[in-house]
């Protein structure tokens, strides 16, 4: 009887000092603090048209603190809103084609949205913005968290 009771104390007390080891082995969510970085959107100087390859939105990733942090796009999405419809849009590389926008970018890693960076969303076979112009609305997020900058432009 004994040696159970001790035996329990010494598998409570062993539970207790490994508690701390045990939660860097579990998943933890990951974090990624924005800071202060933002995005800043525009119209392009292209004016849409009814067809459905135009030139739409330009972005730029910018910081106002010295420290530069990149985006994986595997962890980025870019969604337009546009009256009642949602429109997913995904990284042109290869000459892959996206489902309904699609997003070139000018730096050089192909991977990450890199600070100081532009991007440019273009239709890819669907009509997002007509010759009239709209508002189209930006949801942009990193990791699950929305990331600051311009909500809504107008294409024109």
Not at 19 to 48: F, I, K, M, N, V
Not at 74 to 83: A, F, K, M, P, W
Request: charge should be negative; glycine fraction near 8%.
């Amino acid at each position: 009887m004994r040696k159970a009771i001790t035996a329990q104390i010494c598998l409570l007390l062993l539970s207790i000092s490994l508690a701390g080891c045990l939660d860097r082995l579990l998943p933890q969510d990951e974090t990624y603090d924005l800071g202060s970085h933002t995005y800043r959107a525009d119209d392009t100087s292209a004016s849409p048209t009814e067809g459905s390859s135009d030139e739409l939105i330009r972005i730029y990733w910018t910081h106002t603190e010295s420290v530069e942090n990149a985006l994986l796009w595997n962890h980025t999405t870019i969604h337009l809103e546009v009256g009642e419809s949602m429109f997913e849009c995904h990284i042109s590389a290869d000459g892959e084609r996206g489902e309904y926008c699609l997003i070139s970018q000018d730096g050089s890693e192909d991977h990450l949205w890199e600070t100081g960076e532009f991007l440019t969303i273009w239709e890819d076979d669907t009509d997002i913005v007509s010759s009239s112009g709209t508002n189209v609305i930006l949801h942009i997020y990193y990791r699950g968290e929305q990331i600051p900058g311009t909500s809504e432009v107008l294409v024109q």
